[in-house]
């Protein structure tokens, strides 16, 4: 339970960040107290909108000293509830704007932690660079959010998750002090490596104030296309054939299965069938290359390849950037194209990549038994092993009797998750919603472990106390 702040303790924030710091007007404060989902409704009395790192600073030097629990929040697209106060101080970090530098030839960039994905993305454009961490919810995740619950996102299987795109980050720690860590390094063996700590944390160990960003070349051709395939486990194996004939090139690998497909021409206005026929699955495959035009020879190659070996029985190549974004658009908007079909049990799961297939059957298997008529719309970021494995309402059931079930369905789904040695999260984190189930997966010494860093570094337990163990 979170005790409520003194009032000598919201005076003595407000006063140190001053007019245009915070709010208590209950308008204002509305939109950031839920998420997209609407799961989650909070609460809090006071918002903090801190300009720079020593007001955060300053901030949560003064929550130290009085007790007071403050829970960090960037965009507000987590869809775990780990951003969303329930009686502790709300400390946005939206207004940390500043791009303090970009360095081409160190291919890197630093940018404060208010900076959505986006913007990161066209200012290392730009400098004739790119960022590629890439999300349907790029516009308003934030660079913060995004290292707080390393965030992983479309192209994964070439460039890695935000962990790995991340050369230093500056953050204020549980006590005020700031870990100045904004270094441009590749290789710095002197110790531990702080900033891992902070990313994934979820605000529990300090907040991410600036990044320094690992940039990339930008690539010099991009072919793109859309697959028609009778399984998932035909996706794998076309997934291993892309891997092996273009050296590394697959940039993304999106699998969907048919039922998502028929959401989103059902619900998404200006959608349409991206292939003339109606396969049980979908992949859409993105190649890359720094040589003019072999991205698009290479994807040739391969879907000539693959229909001859029986994997695959339509493909459609985007001939313009319009139909790229076309194909784009039927996957990004597979969550969207849910919510008019009625609520359901959401899961972000990963396992090994060459288990995905059988993972998808067990799964599908097990709800099915646990509850018959259950719709399941499963799609993902199949190259790096993650599945958004969603499961819907039956058609005219009872919604709030099936909702009720959630966390029952979960463990149906999740038990298989185990059982391939998979993970229950494997992109947006823990936060309030998976906490607790966490503990029947995680050993006793990986919590106990957890535990320990968290009271060696934030004592108090005043950093988003609900979420992590």
């Known amino acids: 339970m979170v005790i409520p702040p003194s009032p000598t303790a919201l005076d003595a924030l407000k006063s140190a960040l001053g007019p245009g710091g915070w709010t208590q007007d209950p308008d204002e404060i509305?939109?950031?107290l839920t998420e997209w989902r609407n799961k989650w409704q909070g609460n809090t009395p006071l918002m903090l909108t801190p300009r720079t790192t020593a007001e955060v600073a300053a901030?949560?030097?003064?929550?130290?000293?009085?007790?007071?629990?403050?829970?960090?929040?960037?965009?507000?697209?987590?869809?775990?509830?780990?951003?969303?106060?329930?009686?502790?101080v709300l400390l946005?970090?939206?207004?940390?704007?500043?791009?303090?530098?970009?360095?081409?030839?160190?291919?890197?960039?630093?940018?404060?932690?208010g900076v959505t994905l986006l913007e990161a993305q066209q200012h290392a454009t730009a400098a004739g660079r790119m960022f590629p961490l890439s999300l349907?919810?790029?516009?308003?995740?934030?660079?913060?959010?995004?290292?707080?619950?390393?965030?992983?996102?479309t192209a994964v299987i070439r460039y890695g998750v935000m962990r790995d795109l991340v050369l230093g980050i500056e953050a204020v720690m549980p006590d005020g002090q700031i870990f100045n860590g904004l270094k441009r390094l590749r290789k710095d063996n002197t110790g531990y490596d702080l900033k891992q700590l902070l990313i994934g944390a979820e605000g529990t160990l300090g907040i991410v104030t600036a990044a320094t960003l690992k940039l990339f070349p930008i690539m010099r051709s991009r072919a793109t296309a859309m697959v028609g395939l009778d399984s998932a486990h035909a996706a794998i194996e076309l997934l291993a054939r892309a891997k092996a004939e273009t050296g590394g090139g697959v940039e993304a690998f999106e699998l969907m299965k048919r039922i998502g497909m028929e959401f989103v021409l059902k619900h998404i206005p200006d959608t349409r069938e991206p292939l003339d026929s109606t396969p049980p699955w979908y992949v859409l495959i993105e190649l890359v290359s720094g040589e003019p035009g072999a991205a698009e020879a290479g994807l040739e190659r391969l879907l000539a390849d693959a229909f001859e070996a029986g994997l695959i029985n339509d493909a459609a190549i985007a001939q313009n950037q319009a139909q790229r974004a076309d194909f784009w658009k039927v996957r990004e908007e597979q969550s969207a194209a849910q919510r008019p079909e009625g609520g359901g049990w959401k899961h972000d799961v990963s396992v090994p990549v060459s288990r995905i297939a059988d993972f998808l059957d067990e799964a599908t298997a097990a709800v099915e038994r646990f509850h018959p008529g259950a719709r399941v719309g499963a799609f993902g970021h199949v190259g790096d092993g993650n599945m958004h494995y969603d499961v819907l309402c039956p058609p005219g059931a009872d919604l709030t009797a099936f909702l009720a079930r959630w966390e029952e369905g979960s463990q149906v789904v999740h038990d298989v998750v185990a059982r391939y040695d998979g993970s229950i999260s494997a992109e947006h984190g823990l936060g309030r919603l998976k906490t607790e189930e966490a503990r029947r997966y995680k050993s006793p010494l990986e919590i106990a472990t957890?535990?320990?860093?968290?009271?060696?570094?934030?004592?108090?337990?005043i950093m988003n106390p609900a979420v992590l163990f």
Do not use: F
Request: proline share 6%; aromatic share 2%; charged share 20%.
């Open 136 to 153: 349907a919810a790029e516009g308003s995740a934030t660079i913060g959010g995004v290292i707080s619950t390393n965030a992983g996102g």
């Open 59 to 88: 901030a949560v030097a003064i929550c130290s000293e009085h007790g007071v629990a403050v829970v960090p929040q960037g965009g507000d697209t987590g869809l775990v509830g780990g951003q969303i106060p329930y009686g502790e």
């Open 30 to 32: 509305a939109p950031w």
């Open 450 to 461: 957890m535990r320990a860093v968290r009271q060696a570094i934030d004592p108090k337990r």
């Open 92 to 113: 946005s970090t939206r207004k940390l704007r500043a791009v303090r530098d970009v360095t081409p030839l160190d291919d890197a960039m630093t940018v404060e932690a």
